[in-house]
T-cell receptor, first 114, second 114 residues
Framework: DGGITQSPKYLFRKEGQNVTLSCEQNLNHDAMYWYRQDPGQGLRLIYYSQIVNDFQKGDIAEGYSVSREKKESFPLTVTSAQKNPTAFYLC?????????????FGSGTRLTVV | ELKVEQNPLFLSMQEGKNYTIYCNYSTTSDRLYWYRQDPGKSLESLFVLLSNGAVKQEGRLMASLDTKARLSTLHITAAVHDLSATYFCAVDRAYGGATNKLIFGTGTLLAVQP
């Protein structure tokens, strides 16, 4: 079955460490997205990508980096510059512009700073 | 800049009662989405509304869209405990040639009491 796989489900980061969250999709979707969710709050867009080797900053990109070397993969690195990284991270994908409503979400990664 | 506001942020309901969640957005949008999120889980798609006057119903939930007022509503009829969750509206816009960006409201935490 097609879908989005995020890993790991839980991740613990020490102060000053970079960590990478994985997001893989086998839906042949063009666009991929990373969102951050803090407790009791909505989802905020970190980065998004339309095509391979191209991505744009969202509303809260500082302290994060991404790559899009393959269509099916869009990993997110939380760098040491992100001062408050504890949050729930969701990856999503969609068929770009061609079919409304085709956003698919992964199951999420919960990142905690220890 | 596209902004999405929901109200109320928190809603405590008794079983059997009716209520409405409101979603306002700031600029012309192509599509309006409603999602449900259970604690610690990913997003479940409920409705996609594509045009002015669109109304969709699934069980005890009904969503509508008024693009002129930039307003969508999610109406809950005869609430039951199983509807307890956080509900998000989101809008996106295809910026001619650019990737869609899905922007979320702050969410409404619904608690249905026996």
């Amino acid at each position: 079955d097609g879908g989005i796989t995020q890993s790991p489900k839980y991740l613990f980061r020490k102060e000053g460490q970079n960590v990478t969250l994985s997001c893989e999709q086998n839906l042949n979707h063009d666009a991929m997205y990373w969102y951050r969710q803090d407790p009791g709050q909505g989802l905020r867009l970190i980065y998004y990508s339309q095509i391979v080797n191209d991505f744009q900053k969202g509303d809260i990109a500082e302290g994060y980096s991404v790559s899009r070397e393959k269509k099916e993969s869009f990993p997110l690195t939380v760098t040491s510059a992100q001062k408050n990284p504890t949050a729930f991270y969701l990856c999503a994908s969609c068929i770009w512009a061609s079919r409304p409503g085709d956003y698919t979400f992964g199951s999420g990664t919960r990142l905690t700073v220890v | 800049e596209l902004k999405v506001e929901q109200n109320p942020l928190f809603l405590s309901m008794q079983e059997g009662k009716n209520y409405t969640i409101y979603c306002n957005y700031s600029t012309t949008s192509d599509r309006l989405y409603w999602y449900r999120q259970d604690p610690g889980k990913s997003l479940e798609s409920l409705f996609v509304l594509l045009s002015n006057g669109a109304v969709k119903q699934e069980g005890r939930l009904m969503a509508s869209l008024d693009t002129k007022a930039r307003l969508s509503t999610l109406h809950i009829t005869a609430a039951v405990h199983d509807l307890s969750a956080t509900y998000f509206c989101a809008v996106d816009r295809a910026y001619g040639g650019a990737t869609n960006k899905l922007i979320f409201g702050t969410g409404t935490l619904l608690a249905v009491q026996p």
